[in-house]
């Protein structure tokens, strides 16, 4: 390609000799690019991605060489490691980081220009057209292609093989393949926190190494000496010090949550759980008040401690897009701030979407012109701040086990907003970070959230606001063996109740009535066929309405609607 692009030079435009010399000289010293794309690949990957001697020079482990390119879901990575010289400050600095294409083939082509090639048996200059450059970016990748994994974060391996298994030895003795469990690690700006030590009593820091192939950090250092007060010690104690960490954070959280106990602690643990990419305990957080009564405060804190990096915001309407899972990959946090639907939003879509997510349930990842990832599992906590309760339909009710739901407190009428709060609470997020940290080994600890009793009737409101078919069997049919009901009387019973109770009684169709009621948990519904009189009806086997003047306890059949024992009256002489 070089040899293409050269132009030749007219035929009386002579070099002067002194200058040719000396050009001739600094092309011999310069190195020479091999023609080949994979040797230009290997040569561009170690001069400009390889393990600077700088690093040597500071006694980094060579175990942990590790290319500082990377190609994952679709995109290029690059890790621009901390440096210790440098006057940037901490927050500033990022571990791996996207990288657009075109950059890429930028950094490629400075990188190019110190070295020259062979022309009509010269030495010349490297020139690189466009398409060089995207067959040296294709060569690169049986490199820096992480094929092992579809999940950030993770530890990379030194190596790949030539069929992209993961290689943990090049030189040397082996390495250990993963330092901390990747869903235990918590990502600083100086260095790798390993929850699972700090669990047992243990801080255990591991320093930064292009290895950890994360995307987000909290953006401070550890505050280890904070940290190490907490590892010993009774609460009272550790109350103690995180109350002189961050005394405005924990006055303010306080009196967000109602000065509930439960609520507060509840909310500790959650934010210590967002540190970490782990997603074991399948929840959701519900945190619901109104306008001004500080859910926003909350979240706009708990993001400066993860690390904006570690939050992505989403609108519900984005769960059902195909495209919007491309921006969730690596992050700790989905927010959904407003839960506002619409016509346009199909909410089967949205709550499956949340289910998933929330349930580590793997999930088809793709972006606009690149491959689909069809496997990827996301580290994202779902996290939802509405104003009100929406109706979530829900007929299995898996929502119900995936909630926590917590209130905020209604704020005074006379109170004018304070416009500082915000900053003025991010000043102790070094204490903020050791308070949640308290949280989430308490939560290890007992393995699993505890609902707080003061958000348990908000949770129940929302259950059966997603499940009417449910309240509708508890209140107004009888369960058990012997019992039995045409599918049409049923349904009608049904819409009938509904528009005693104010709603659209048209909205559910058949098909989603009977779907919805065997898919409600302990029922044992089951479609049969009855025959009576020479007439054949499709009826629901395990349940029945309740009948005026019979007990609930004798099974019954009830097979037209005109009977006046019917709760809500004849089914229109079904």
Not at 14 to 21: R, V
Not at 29 to 37: T, Y
Not at 369 to 393: C, F, G, I, R, S
Not at 484 to 508: C, F, H, N, S
Request: proline share 9%; net charge neutral; with cysteine.
């Amino acid at each position: 390609e070089a040899d293409k692009t050269q132009t030749k030079p007219a035929a009386d435009a002579a070099t002067p000799a002194p200058l040719a010399a000396g050009a001739h000289a600094a092309h011999a010293e310069a190195p020479i690019m091999p023609p080949d794309p994979t040797s230009a690949a290997e040569k561009l990957l170690e001069r400009g991605y390889g393990l600077p001697a700088r690093w040597r020079d500071a006694g980094v482990d060579p175990r942990e060489e590790s290319f500082r390119l990377a190609y994952f879901g679709g995109n290029w990575w690059v890790y621009r490691p901390p440096d210790a010289a440098s006057t940037r400050a901490v927050a500033n600095r990022r571990p791996w980081r996207p990288v657009a294409p075109p950059l890429l083939r930028g950094e490629l082509l400075r990188l190019a220009r110190d070295y020259v090639t062979l022309s009509r048996g010269k030495l010349v200059p490297l020139v690189l057209s466009g398409s060089a450059v995207s067959t040296i970016c294709e060569a690169m990748l049986p490199y820096v292609h992480v094929a092992h994994t579809e999940t950030m974060p993770a530890w990379l391996p030194q190596d790949f093989d030539e069929e992209g298994r993961p290689v943990w030895r090049v030189r040397g003795p082996e390495i250990d393949p993963q330092p901390i469990e990747p869903e235990w690690a918590i990502t600083c700006a100086d260095g790798v926190v390993d929850a699972r030590a700090w669990c047992d009593g243990r801080l255990v820091i591991v320093p930064w190494s292009p290895r950890w192939f994360a995307a987000a950090h909290s953006p401070f250092a550890v505050p280890a000496a904070l940290l190490g007060r907490l590892l010993d010690g009774d609460e009272l104690e550790h109350a103690r010090v995180v109350g002189e960490a961050c005394p405005k954070w924990l006055e303010f959280v306080c009196a967000a949550l109602r000065d509930d106990p439960a609520q507060v602690d509840t909310l500790q643990e959650w934010i210590g759980y967002c540190l970490t990419p782990a997603t074991k305990y399948q929840k959701i957080m519900w945190l619901q008040g109104v306008p001004g009564s500080g859910k926003g405060t909350i979240v706009d804190v708990a993001t400066a401690v993860v690390g904006e990096e570690s939050v992505a915001v989403a609108k519900l309407s984005s769960m059902a897009d195909r495209f919007s899972a491309s921006a969730w990959v690596g992050k700790n946090i989905l927010c959904i701030p407003e839960l506002r639907k619409s016509k346009h939003v199909d909410m089967g879509q949205v709550i499956d979407g949340m289910l998933m997510i929330s349930g580590e349930s793997p999930i088809p990842v793709e972006k606009k012109h690149k491959d689909v990832q069809a496997h990827v599992k996301l580290t994202a906590k779902v996290w939802v701040t509405p104003n009100y309760e929406l109706t979530m339909p829900d007929a299995a009710g898996a929502l119900e086990r995936r909630l926590i739901v917590l209130r905020t407190a209604d704020p005074p009428r006379e109170r004018t907003p304070d416009p500082n709060l915000v900053g003025r609470l991010k000043s102790e997020l070094p204490g903020i970070f050791a308070w949640a940290m308290l949280g989430l080994r308490r939560l290890m600890r007992r393995d699993a959230f505890v609902q707080p009793p003061l958000g348990a009737p908000l949770l129940r409101s929302i259950v059966e606001a997603g499940q009417p078919v449910k309240q509708f069997v508890e209140e107004c049919c009888v369960v058990g063996p012997g019992n039995a009901i045409t599918k049409a009387v049923l349904l009608q019973q049904y819409r009938a109740w509904v528009e005693a109770e104010g709603g659209d009684a048209e909205r559910m169709s058949p098909e989603t009535f009977s779907q919805a009621l065997r898919a409600l948990p302990g029922l044992n519904v089951e479609v049969g066929r009855v025959r009576d009189g020479g007439e054949l009806y499709r009826v629901y086997e395990g349940v029945r309405t309740k009948l005026v003047g019979v007990p609930d306890e004798r099974p019954a059949r009830v097979l037209r609607g005109d009977d006046a024992v019917l709760p809500f009256g004849p089914a229109g002489g079904t």
